[in-house]
């Protein structure tokens, strides 16, 4: 009944995938639920790292790989929201309330009252879908800086995550095509700004490139950062993190579609591999035997268990939240909290579950003389003729996530930063010199409550200090991690956080964007105005840019934080490996998923290596 079930779903994914211009994909090769099987490689969450490992390892042509998904196809469970670019906004709210996020595709985690943010709870959004958080994400594409790894390679101790050789990783994951200036307006092309000499061989199979449709609010900051003094930026991706930019995203040049980990890797896997997929199977634990060597993962589907071995490795790509809950479960972690629900101690790990990083989202909203995201909620009429556009044309509002434009800023470099000499010299000492502390982007959709024309500035904080943690409450991957993120928790975080947003509004308040801006700041308002206010409101209102990081992070032995090594190996056991956005030991500036891919690609050549 299962097995029908899933053929049946696929042919309408096929068909579904046809409409937006696939091509042929073949369903040869999904796994059958509840019957025991055997594959040198078990790989654990078919998310961003995961189908990027199980499909390099598969290409390989050696070697049997399985990929095992708690969820499916995200095409099926949320319709047309998670292609068109402009859908992710409808299944994204980080409020408290649970009733918005469809649980077929996400996780519906809640964190827990954030004692820096006043107590408040927030939903933490994760992919649980073919594809991960890379199905969920807003598409933003860019690379770390050269600083930021030879931090990673002081770590670990291993010169490989340096610039220089990291970058060949990157580029074999993607596929960059420049911005078309013939569909985006005329004032929003990124004018010399090519980045296809950094992304070299150009072969990968993620599509990197820019929406046909700019938002009219972004057109205006180039010239608002450049009255703040910000250079320009040659794109996100050659190293250096220091100006603004339109981004790449993580999208299909031609369809417009969301580029996931699914429509690039997994579908090059069904067409020239016999990589076989579970999905809708959740992995329960990771089974040792008596040398402390990982033999194979139990998974449930609906109720049937059975068990997969792995003759050669297990991989754990269950994301920043569930590799460290697996872990734990299946006795890798802090011995104190496995003794505490009886899970016997494989590996005494301190680490696993500490060290989060995080990227707290903070808000400026306004109301501008144009058009804004907020026609797609609030203006049926026009909201009808913009996804005719779409479907016909590919172009318009919903080729966009509606934040498009980014200022990547030194905010100790900029003279007008009234940093304490005390946070100035930690922040000097804490990140490298490239490294900025705030990012800020145009943000094109609107405030809650406001009829339209809304818009604003987005936030991320990218230098922080406080470190958040995940835990279990049971040995049962069924109950939620017990996920608390402690943002502006550390006191250098809330001091950084206010000088970020009197930055936006200097940026808000330059005379590029003065021009659009109707009226008083709409939120917090102009009432709010002495640092311990402005703290307060940020503590009311402070989100996630949903980066969430380091929680099984890779580091040497004798680093009591450590989780895995610079290969990914977890500690202490053998044939198990972490590799995702849990495993770097420092979370990228700006927007990760390209790193993880990196990553992904790099561990996988590794693997391949050491077969
Ligand atoms: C709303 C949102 C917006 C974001 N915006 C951006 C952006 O614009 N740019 C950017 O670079 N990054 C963005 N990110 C972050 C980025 O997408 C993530 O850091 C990255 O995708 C994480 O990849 P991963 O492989 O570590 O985990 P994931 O891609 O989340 O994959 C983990 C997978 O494991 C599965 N899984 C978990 N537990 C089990 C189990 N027990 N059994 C079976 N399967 C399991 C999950 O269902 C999931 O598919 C965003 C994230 C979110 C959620
Ligand atoms: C899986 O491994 C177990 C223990 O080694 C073995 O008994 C079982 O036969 C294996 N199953 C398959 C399908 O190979
Ligand atoms: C498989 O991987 C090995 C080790 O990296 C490599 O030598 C071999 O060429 C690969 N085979 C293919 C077909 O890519
Ligand atoms: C998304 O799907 C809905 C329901 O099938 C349809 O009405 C709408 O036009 C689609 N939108 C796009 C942009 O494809
Ligand atoms: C939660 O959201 C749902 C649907 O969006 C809404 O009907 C409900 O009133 C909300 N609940 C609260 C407590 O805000
Ligand atoms: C948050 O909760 C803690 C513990 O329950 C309490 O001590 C503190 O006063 C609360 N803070 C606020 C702002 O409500
Ligand atoms: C730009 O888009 C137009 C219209 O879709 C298309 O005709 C043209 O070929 C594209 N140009 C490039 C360089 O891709
Ligand atoms: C750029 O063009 C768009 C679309 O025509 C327009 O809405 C916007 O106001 C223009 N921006 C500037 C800075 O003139
Ligand atoms: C599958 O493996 C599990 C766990 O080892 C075992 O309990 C079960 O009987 C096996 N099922 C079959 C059909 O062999
Ligand atoms: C686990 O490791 C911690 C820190 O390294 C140590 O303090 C503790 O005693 C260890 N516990 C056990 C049971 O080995
Ligand atoms: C699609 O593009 C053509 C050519 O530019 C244009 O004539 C037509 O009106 C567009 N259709 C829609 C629905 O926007
Ligand atoms: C905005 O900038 C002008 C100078 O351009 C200055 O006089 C004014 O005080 C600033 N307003 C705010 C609210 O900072
Ligand atoms: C927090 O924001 C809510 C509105 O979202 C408001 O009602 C409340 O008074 C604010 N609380 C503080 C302490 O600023």
Known sequence: MLQTLFLLSFAILCS??????????????????????????????????????ATRLALNGTYSVAVVEAGSFYELDNGNYSQYPSGVIRST???????????????????????????????YARGKCLGGSSGRNYLLYQRATVGFFDEWAKEVGDASYEWQSVLPYYQKSAHYTPGNTTTRAANSSRGTV??????????????????????????????????????QLEGTN??????????TMS??????TRSSSETSYLKLALERTSLTVYT????????????????????DVAGMKFMLNATKEVIVSAGAFQSPQLLMVSGIGPA???????IPVISNLSGVGQNMWDNPRLTLSLEVNLETGTTLTNQPERALEETEKYIVN??????????DFAGFVKLTNDSRSNFSTETRSSLAETFPPDWPEAEFFASSNGVAGLAHNGAGIFIGLLATFSRGSVTIKSADMADAPVIDPAWLTDKHDQEIAVTAFKYARRLANTTSLRKVIVGEEVVPGPAVQSDAQILEYLKNTTVTYYHASSTCKMGMRNDSMAVVDKDGKVFGVKNLRVVDVSALPLLPPGQPQGTVYMLAEKIADKILEEA
């Open 16 to 53: 579904a995938l046809g409409d937006l211009g696939y091509g042929k994909l073949f369903s040869t090769s999904f796994g059958y639920p509840g019957v025991n099987a055997s594959y040198d490689y078990v790989i654990i969450g078919g998310g961003t790292a995961g189908l990027t490992l």
């Open 251 to 256: 999208e299909d040049p031609t369809y417009q």
């Open 336 to 342: 104190s909290t496995l003794k505490g629900l009886d």
């Open 280 to 299: 809708h199977a959740l992995v329960n634990r990771i089974m040792f035997d008596d040398t402390k060597t990982a033999r194979g993962v139990l998974v």
């Open 93 to 123: 709210d980080p409020g408290p309330n649970l009733s918005a996020v469809n649980g077929l595709i996400d996780w519906r985690f809640l964190t827990t009252p954030q004692t820096g943010l006043l107590n408040r709870t927030v939903h």
């Open 394 to 403: 590919r172009t318009g509002m919903l080729t966009s996530t509606g934040a």
């Open 238 to 247: 050659s190293g250096i993190l220091n100006g603004w930019t339109y981004m």
């Open 194 to 231: 090519d980045e296809t000499a950094v992304f070299a061989k150009n072969d990968g199979p993620l599509q990197v490139s820019l929406p046909k449709y700019a938002a009219s609010w972004s057109s205006y900051f180039p010239s608002a950062f450049s009255e703040l003094g910000l250079p």
